[in-house]
């Protein structure tokens, strides 16, 4: 199902508007994320790779001035 989405690209993650920042930022996970957004997929590859570089933790934005 999944790879039939997007067979062209050949991607391994496809994330729609700005979900993919939830992800980076640690606020939740792909798998959490997917749960909740059908259009958000990903293969166990990358499933893998963004439990390793993008933990969930609390995280925040500090202003600078």
């Known amino acids: 199902k999944q790879e ?4 062209e690209f050949g991607a391994d993650a496809a ?3 700005h979900y993919f920042l939830n992800v ?3 606020h939740r ?3 959490e994320l ?3 957004m ?3 997929w990903f293969n166990r590859k990358a499933a893998l790779m963004f439990d390793a570089l993008f ?4 995280s925040g934005i500090v202003p600078l001035s």
Request: glycine share 4%.
């Open 55 to 58: 933990p969930v933790k609390p």
């Open 4 to 7: 039939t989405m997007m067979p």
């Open 29 to 31: 996970s792909a798998a």
């Open 24 to 26: 980076l930022f640690g």
């Open 38 to 40: 059908p259009e958000v």
């Open 34 to 36: 997917q749960r909740v």
């Open 15 to 17: 994330f729609p508007y």
